[in-house]
């Protein structure tokens, strides 16, 4: 329901003067809405709805339906005319009315005939308000009628001429549509030698020998009736002027042929149309069409020009090749003149057609229905235009205005009836009839005189659901006459709508451009005029716009790879949300490997026709939002093929090939690979690479091989597979291009020479008889060459040659076509033979204790006999200064690369006794020995002594036991012992320096403090100095009877913590608290493991006396096992001896911050414990010191502290 109220939409402010939201009253016309209960209630004058077209052709073999449909309240009535006079139906039994209709069915399929009802029909429906008419319907029969029966003589003519076969199709109507044919229904082919014409003519602008034919046939359908009529078939025979002279020249003058003109080449002159101008008429919104066809030899080609102006490019099209111009639409200002021009080799012509475009009558305003109160004012306005100028005539219910009755509140002036003060008896139907001599437009219009209160039609209680930030319209249709004002409340007590925020429509419809949370509630439309007031509520809701905050991400991947796109929605809770994908605007593929769940879709097992646009679409029943990306495939190209050789030369031939798919991954390169099918058939070799952009390679060829070649593409993802190989290309035979390489002479025996080389292989050969040329002469002296032609094979042997002599020496290559270019000549030698002397005046100079220079002169190069490879020099350790026993001499090598004469030993030993001697090397191997040369090093500083042990620790002593370096390096002179106190913050104390002698291996230290850890640092002495030294800790007892249990060096890092605090009393009845702990945890665990049949550990307890007491579980109460805080790292400050009190050399560390020791423990299958306590350093024999007694305070206090 619309009220046309305002041309424009007013947006309502709060400072103007109404406080309330209303409609005014701008314009006094009113549209009746189409509601249908208001239709119901409303008397209304007819409306024609439905009518037969103006120029109504029927098929005579049917039934004549004429329509004519309208409305109207009350119903109308129908009557109609017939050439201009009523035409009464009730007296033609073959004429009927349809019920409630206007509609006429005339029924000639019984009997009849259609031309009879041929005529221009006019319907009229009318009621108590008026009657308005449809425009002038012209009845005519289609007709398709047959060709005239004709002779139609065979057509002859010479080669070359032009020719028109003309179609005249009978007239018919509608007009047929016009094709030629053969016998076989088959379409004659067209060009631009050959075309149809507009009128349906066949033109040949020159005809040619295959244009001889026996049934060339005009068809012309006639569509209206599906029905095709066909001309007698015309013969057509083209002969050369050779031919007419031998057959028919005797018998026929020149004359007698059709169109007879020579058959030479000539310029272009017009078939169609004739003369140098024509004019041509259109009417306004046809196609017009302009043809111009011609002939000449050779072929014309037509051109097409608007003189002043311009062709218009959107609407103008070239039909048959050009030879017709077609502009749709055409306007007025398509007029002018045209030119068409046809122009061969041999000249132009021209001709030009002035096209004028008529306008039958077209619209400019339409007049509209009015819907008026009574006292109000109106117009009808009824605008039209043509070529010519149309004419306006006026009626009113069907009746001429000028003899129709008499209306004070009417009045006319042109095109214009103009209403005043309207009353009810001013209702009426008003037509206009806008003509010229190109047809006419008809047009009803109402004046309907209504006094109506208002009428709200929108549903009451109407509940708007408008997505937040968008503009809600709330609807408010109404109808009342006179024309009522509007007004709009919110909430439940009315209050009036002052913002600036809204906007009033012309229909009533209330508009917040931007609905907010706060939009939400009631709104209340009120409509009032003089005859009453009507009000309706409706309901707005605002609701969360749906978003799709995880977008899916443009994807490339490769063929045969999964794919998945993520859409994450987030929407108003009240709403439900639909997600589907759609792939390329469309449907997603009915394809299992498309898998759609709540948020991703994924695409399985990808190929190329997946490449597309994939869109999530999320739908509510208020907004739909959508988020696209992009999925591009790529691969490996495919192959390329179609390959194809061209400019076949002996050394070169051209590749060209169509690239494949490049798989939306562009081609970078083409690689060219080459089979030679003779020499290696099956095997494939690089050939060359070229752009992915080129196509084409020029490939160098070698001679006297068998060529196939096959191309592979290239791109980022890989290569393709090769390409289907050309065609095989034969090279003829050449003389070899290069000789053999890797040339070298070397003999395998002192009296003889062995050439080698890498022969050719068969590519390289350039024909067959492949052979090689070996020569060779001495370097040294004046011998002519030597030479030889062996087979293809790689070497050749020399014999009877002095040992180790320089020669020349050359290979050529040659086969049945020639030699290869002269071969440059390489130098080598004759075999070797064992060095015949050896190095004389062998020098030793001692360095150091452990280096030693060795010098000696060299040999004389001719006693080498050889290439020298260097000196070798073999020396052992004949005897130590101390321990001359050696059951074995090992002797050692070092070779001196060259020509030195001079060479350094590393790595002796001190104090030791050396021989050696040195030979010089060829490549057959060593020369004879010097005369041994001996000498000695130098003593050295000692190792670190290979034990340290401390026992028999007591209040104040303690005693050292050691055993001697095992390397000392000389001899021993004394032992350095130097040793200091550490107090309870692991402070040293001050150091205490000790002298042994060197034949003692056992020491006593007095007069130490009691309870006290030291740190010893012990090492031996020889002349040349101090050597390495080794550490250990210990600790005096606390009393006369304490022995310290076994392991009690085991806690380096406990041992740190013992103090002297040992002796108060606090720490005593600490210690005993402690103490009695452990045995509560002992009989709680001794308790659980006996109720669970498992775990023994008392006899495991009883059996180690060590005070480190394992920790028990919390969850069990079993033992577990101990460790520090960094899991078995040491801990610092302190170390602890073994029970034995015995340090390896190697497990000595003379670092005062690690001196801890770990727990490791494992369990018996029975779950019982059977760790052992093991020190950081390695493991010796007990020495007897075990005790099962209990521990100690100070050993308790070493375990827990």
Known sequence: MQLKIMPKKKRLSAGRAPLMLFLCQMISALEVPLDPKLLEDLVQPPTITQQSPKDYIIDPRENIVIQCEAKGKPSPSFSWTRNGTHFDIDKDPLVTMKPGSGTLTINIMSEGKAETYEGVYQCTARNERGAAISNNIVIRPSRSPLWTKEKLEPIILRNGQSLVLPCRPPIGLPPPIIFWMDNSFQRLPQSERVSQGLNGDLYFSNVLPEDTREDYICYARFNHTQTIQQKQPISVKVISVDELNDTIAANLSDTEFYGAKSHRQRPPTFLTPDGNTSRKEELRGNVLSLECIAEGLPTPIIYWIKEDGTLPINRTFYRNFKKTLQIVQVTEADSGNYQCIAKNALGAIHHTISVTVKAAPYWIIAPQNLVLSPEEDGTLICRANGNPKPRISWLSNGVPIEIAPDDPSRKIDGDTIIFSKVQERSSAVYQCNASNEYGYLLANAFVNVLAEPPRILTSANTLYQVIANRPALLDCAFFGSPLPTIEWFKGAKGSALREDIYVLHENGTLEIPVAQKDSTGTYTCVARNKLGMAKNDVHLEIKDPTRIIKQPEYAVVQRGSTVSFECKVKHDHTLIPTVMWLKDHGELPNDGRFTVDKDHLVVADVNDDDGGTYTCVANTTLDNVSASAVLSVVDVPNPPFDLELTDQLDRSVQLSWTPGDDNNSPITKFIIEYE????????????????????????????????????????????????????????????????????????????????????LNGFESNGPGLQ????????????????????????????????????????????????????????????????????????????????????????????????????????????????????????????????KTHGMLPGLEPFSHYTLNVRVVNGKGEGPASPDKVFNTPEGVPSAPSSLKIVNPTLDSLTLEWEPPSHPNGILTEYTLKYQPINSTHELGPLVDLKIPANKTRWILKNLNFSTRYKFYFYAQTAAGSGIQITEEAITTVDEAGILPPDVGAGKAMASRQVDIATQGWFIGLMCAVALLILILLIVCFIRRNKGGKYPVKEKEDAHADPEIQPMKEDDGTFGEYSDAEDHKPLKKGSRTPSDRTVKKEDSDDSLVDYGEGVNGQFNEDGSFIGQYSGKKEKEPAEGNESSEAPSPVNAMNSFV
């Not at 000789?739 to 070298?744: F, G, I, Q, S």
């Not at 040992?803 to 049945?816: C, E, G, R």
């Not at 020099?873 to 090992?890: C, F, G, M, V």
């Open 772 to 899: 090689y040329k070996v020569s060779w002469r001495q370097k040294d002296g004046d011998d002519e060459w030597t030479s030889v032609v062996v087979a293809n094979v790689s070497k050749y042997i020399v014999s009877g040659t002095p040992t180790f002599v320089p020669y020349l020496i050359k290979v050529q290559a040659l086969n049945d076509a020639g030699f290869a270019p002269e071969p440059a000549a390489v130098m080598g030698h004759s075999g070797e033979d064992l060095p015949m002397v050896a190095p004389g005046n062998v020098r030793v100079n001692v360095v150091n204790s452990t280096l030693a220079e060795v010098h000696w002169d060299p040999v004389p190069l001719k006693s080498i006999r050889g290439h020298l490879q260097g000196y070798r020099i073999y020396y052992w350790k004949a005897q130590s200064s101390l321990t001359r026993n050696r059951r074995h001499i090992e002797k050692k090598i070092l070779t001196f690369q060259g020509s």
């Open 676 to 759: 030679d099918a003779m020499h290696e058939p099956g095997l494939w070799h690089h050939q060359t690479e070229v752009p992915g952009t080129q196509t084409t390679a020029q490939l160098k060829l070698s001679p006297y091989v068998n060529y196939s070649f096959r191309v592979m593409a290239e791109n980022n993802l890989g290569r393709s597979l090769p390409s289907e190989a050309s065609e095989q290309y034969l090279t003829k035979a050449a003389e070899p291009d290069k000789n053999p390489t890797a040339v070298e002479g070397l003999g395998s025996e002192p009296d003889n020479l062995v050439i080698t080389w890498k022969p």
